[in-house]
């Protein structure tokens, strides 16, 4: 499967804290997106990084992406109480067939103590 | 822009009854997509449209489960009959080339009992 897995699944810090996610995936990619979803919503794209970027930021983001190891972590600085929620990344698949499909992973549960 | 919108956002039913549920995408985008969230298996993805056709539609879990897309602004998923297996959230969402960031819907409850 082309599926991301997060790590870890559950991870809960205080405010001020910084939080990192990671993502693995199996398959060669054009690029990798993560998105962040709040309970009972939808989930919201924060981020994409292209297969040949290794960093990007995007305000208290930082996402790098290691392709020779297929895998990714979203960091988020100093965080708030209202960081809590779930996150995901999704990948695409390179030369694949099902152009514009998207794999999602399980999730990383963020909770943010005030 | 009002974003994807769904509806409804909560539905109760029985076992074997019909259920539909909708989508309207965002205007513009040309790619559209069901996927289904439950604790057990996460986000999986159900079906989606590329200029209102079906691309891909091997997530669909059985023939009870059907997806139209009869123009560029609307979009329904139908299970006909309804399980109670299938009580998950149900999201639609959008996007407007391939390989570009999703839109959400705030999803439908689906609830069969």
């Known amino acids: 499967s082309q599926q991301g897995e997060e790590d870890p699944q559950a991870l809960s810090i205080q405010e001020g804290e910084n939080a990192t996610m990671n993502c693995s995936y199996k398959?060669?990619?054009?690029?990798l997106q993560w998105y962040r979803q709040n309970s009972g919503r939808g989930l919201v794209h924060l981020i994409l990084?292209?297969?040949?970027?290794r960093e990007k930021h995007s305000g208290r983001l930082r996402v790098t992406l290691d392709t020779s190891k297929k895998s990714s972590s979203l960091l988020i600085t100093a965080s708030r109480a209202a960081d809590t929620a779930s996150y995901f990344c999704?990948?695409?698949?390179?030369?694949?067939?099902?152009?514009?499909?998207?794999?999602f992973g399980r999730g990383t549960q963020l909770t943010v103590w005030p | 822009d009002a974003g994807v919108i769904q509806s409804p956002r909560h539905e109760v039913t029985e076992m074997g009854q019909e259920v539909t549920l909708r989508c309207k995408p965002i205007?513009?985008?040309?790619?559209l997509f069901w996927y289904r969230q439950t604790m057990m298996r996460g986000l999986e993805l159900l079906i989606y449209?590329?200029?209102?056709?079906?691309?891909?539609d091997s997530g669909m879990p059985e023939d009870r489960f059907s997806a139209k897309m009869p123009n560029a602004s609307f979009s329904t998923l139908k299970i006909q009959p309804s399980e109670p297996r299938d009580s998950a959230v149900y999201f639609c969402?959008?996007?407007?080339?391939?390989?570009?960031?999703?839109?959400f819907g705030n999803g439908t409850r689906l609830t069969v009992t």
């Open positions: 969402a959008s996007s407007p080339r391939p390989n570009s960031p999703l839109h």
């Open positions: 398959t060669s990619i054009n690029n």
């Open positions: 990084i292209r297969s040949n970027e």
């Open positions: 999704a990948t695409d698949a390179w030369g694949g067939s099902t152009l514009g499909r998207l794999y």
């Open positions: 205007s513009g985008h040309d790619y």
């Open positions: 449209f590329n200029n209102n056709v079906p691309i891909d």
